[in-house]
Every structure is written in structure tokens, then in C-alpha cells.
């Protein structure tokens, strides 16, 4: 149980263009997802937090009109990559947290890499 | 604030030794600890969870990990390292109440030699 899956796994684009990445809780119904974001060798910097149904809470630093987050459904959140450039290259993870498990435990997908030339 | 440090950017052990990972965290309220591993272009999967029970945390492939208050550390171990442990691991620590955000540590790269 506790499934979380991402699409598209890997993502080129053109500089310039918009690229979205869906995040899906397969078996449970995710109240909040997170988004995060990881540069090569380096942890994991929470981008922002969704909660179904309302507006993304962004963190520090985090541009919201460029990381567009809808959380539309319980199973749902996808993060839309506006007017992307080469410095928005990176790896791009969700976590879900719902259902019956621990309150604090995330239940983190699988990842997509997205590289912008 | 809470924050968490794990020392050592990268750990590199023999074959069947002993695997130990630190730890340590910075947080005003009882924490909630996790450890996570992360195989080379994947997600992150969690090895084992401290949340305030037994301060002796087991958890999946053999790894296991003590809450220590005095310390204020949740260090990593395994008793015998195998090649399939190879991996980045992470140290969280949960804060934020209802939001329940996670602060990662820099990640150990852990490396097992034959």
C-alpha cells in the first residue's frame, strides 16, 4: 500500500516552454502533497506544500507563477514548469500524506528528471 | 527551528562491516525522525521511523537506529553491510504541526567495497 507515482519519468524540453508533471497516490487518498526539488549530489528542498481543493502554501524563495501546483483531487497534484530555462533542470519529487498511515510519514514517488536545452 | 546535520558527506565500508551513519538534530519540541535511502534516480523510501515510542527503531534491510535525547542524535546502523546497501540515505526530521513539513539533511552517500 501507500503508492505514489509520477508521470513523465524523464522530460526534455526547449527552453521556453511549459512542462507538466503529474503526481498520483495510487491506493490512498493523499490530503497533502509536497513538492520537492533536487540538484545532483545535493538533499531534498521542499518547493511547496498542496492541500486538496485550496492553494499551494510556496516556500521562501519559491516562484509561484513559475511553479504552477494544482491539487484538484484526493489522488492528484501536478506542478506545471512555466516558461522553463536551463536552470529549472533538475530532479522534481512528490510526496503524498493521507489515508490511514502515520500523520507525519510521506509517502514519496518516484521522481522526474527535467532537463531544459 | 528544527534542523538536522548528518556528518559525513560520504561513508565507504568493507563488505559484511559495520554500517553506521550520524545524525544529529536541532528541534525545540519532540521530534519525529526519519531515515530514508534513495537508489540512484529514484524516489525516496523510508528505512524506519522514530516517533516518540521505543527510542530503538528497527527497520526494513537490517538497519536499525537509536533516538538518543542526551545526544540529541538518530544515528543509522546496520550490523553487516551488503553490496545492495549502496545508496544515498537521508536524515528528516518532521516539524510544522498540522503541515507536518520535512527537513532533510545533506545525505550520506554510503559506498561498499568487496
Known amino acids: 500500500g501507500a503508492v505514489v507515482s509520477q508521470h513523465p519519468s524523464r522530460v526534455i524540453c526547449k527552453s521556453g516552454t511549459s512542462v507538466k508533471i503529474e503526481c498520483r497516490s495510487l491506493d490512498f487518498q493523499a490530503t497533502t502533497m509536497f513538492w520537492y526539488r533536487q540538484f545532483p549530489k545535493q538533499s531534498l528542498m521542499l518547493m511547496a506544500t498542496?492541500?486538496?481543493?485550496?492553494?499551494?502554501?510556496?516556500e521562501q524563495g519559491v516562484e509561484k507563477d513559475k511553479f504552477l501546483i494544482n491539487h484538484a483531487s484526493l489522488t492528484l497534484s501536478t506542478l506545471t514548469v512555466t516558461s522553463a530555462h536551463p536552470e529549472d533542470s533538475s530532479f522534481y519529487i512528490c510526496?503524498?500524506?493521507?489515508?490511514?498511515?502515520?500523520?507525519?510519514?510521506?509517502?514519496f514517488g518516484p521522481g522526474t528528471r527535467l532537463t531544459v536545452t | 527551528a528544527q534542523s538536522v546535520t548528518q556528518l559525513g558527506s560520504h561513508v565507504s565500508v568493507s563488505e559484511g562491516a559495520l554500517v553506521l551513519l550520524r545524525c544529529n538534530y536541532s528541534s525545540s519540541v519532540p521530534p519525529y525522525l526519519f531515515w530514508y535511502v534513495q537508489y540512484p534516480n529514484q524516489g525516496l523510501q523510508l528505512l524506519l521511523k522514530y516517533t516518540s515510542a521505543a527510542t530503538l527503531v528497527k527497520g526494513i534491510n537490517g538497519f536499525e537506529a537509536e533516538f538518543k535525547k542526551s545526544e540529541t542524535s538518530f544515528h543509522l546502523t546496520k550490523p553487516s553491510a551488503h553490496m545492495s546497501d549502496a545508496a544515498e540515505y537521508f536524515c528528516?526530521?518532521?516539524?510544522?504541526?498540522?503541515?507536518?513539513?520535512?527537513?532533510f539533511g545533506t545525505g550520506t552517500l554510503l559506498a561498499v567495497q568487496p
Open positions: 498542496s492541500n486538496e481543493g485550496s492553494k499551494a502554501t510556496y
Open positions: 528528516a526530521v518532521a516539524y510544522g504541526g498540522a503541515t507536518n513539513k520535512l527537513i
Open positions: 510526496s503524498a500524506r493521507g489515508g490511514s498511515g502515520d500523520p507525519y510519514e510521506q509517502y
